[in-house]
């Protein structure tokens, strides 16, 4: 083993595309940049996050989201990210903010669970 490794090139991992429902699809018909849902998932909810600091107002959105889910009797477990770098990729800059398949769909403001759910029904969910 030596601690230099000149002439070798470091392995470069390439990141495979999945649909956010994780379905098991092998074919994706979107590019990266969309983050849209495979076709067979295409009217239903495959992920629902909510982005935030970790403040008061974002629980409480966190909260209302898993009430609407569960409300609608859907099985999406609803995801609570506080990781900024993460957050930043979404390119939010007001939190909290709710996020459905991949797409922001609500930011700065906390939504009750009823509007929660008219968001998702206006959504075509």
Same mark, same amino acid.
């Given at each position: @083993?030596?601690?230099?490794?000149? !002439?070798?090139?470091?392995? &470069?991992?390439?990141?495979?595309?999945? +649909? *956010?429902? %994780?379905? !098991?699809?092998?074919?994706? &018909?979107?590019?990266?940049?969309?983050?849209?849902?495979?076709? &067979?998932?295409?009217?239903? $909810? +495959?992920?629902?996050?909510?982005?935030? *600091? !970790? +403040?008061?107002? +974002?629980?409480?959105?966190?909260? %209302?989201?898993?009430?609407?889910?569960?409300? @609608?009797?859907?099985?999406?477990? =609803?995801?609570? $990210?506080?990781?900024?770098?993460? #957050? @930043?990729?979404? !390119? #939010?800059?007001? @939190?909290?903010?709710? =996020?459905?398949?991949?797409? =922001?769909?609500?930011?700065?403001?906390?939504?009750?669970?009823?509007?929660? &759910?008219?968001?998702?029904?206006?959504?075509?969910?």
């Amino acid at each position: @083993m030596s601690l230099f490794n000149f !002439g070798k090139k470091k392995e &470069e991992k390439t990141k495979t595309p999945s +649909c *956010a429902c %994780n379905c !098991g699809c092998t074919t994706r &018909e979107s590019d990266e940049t969309t983050n849209d849902c495979c076709p &067979e998932a295409k009217d239903s $909810i +495959c992920s629902m996050k909510v982005l935030g *600091a !970790g +403040c008061k107002s +974002c629980h409480e959105q966190y909260e %209302n989201a898993r009430e609407a889910v569960k409300a @609608m009797g859907l099985s999406v477990e =609803v995801e609570y $990210i506080t990781d900024m770098q993460k #957050v @930043m990729e979404y !390119g #939010v800059m007001s @939190m909290p903010a709710l =996020v459905v398949n991949e797409k =922001v769909v609500s930011m700065g403001k906390v939504l009750k669970a009823v509007d929660v &759910e008219k968001l998702l029904h206006k959504l075509g969910f």
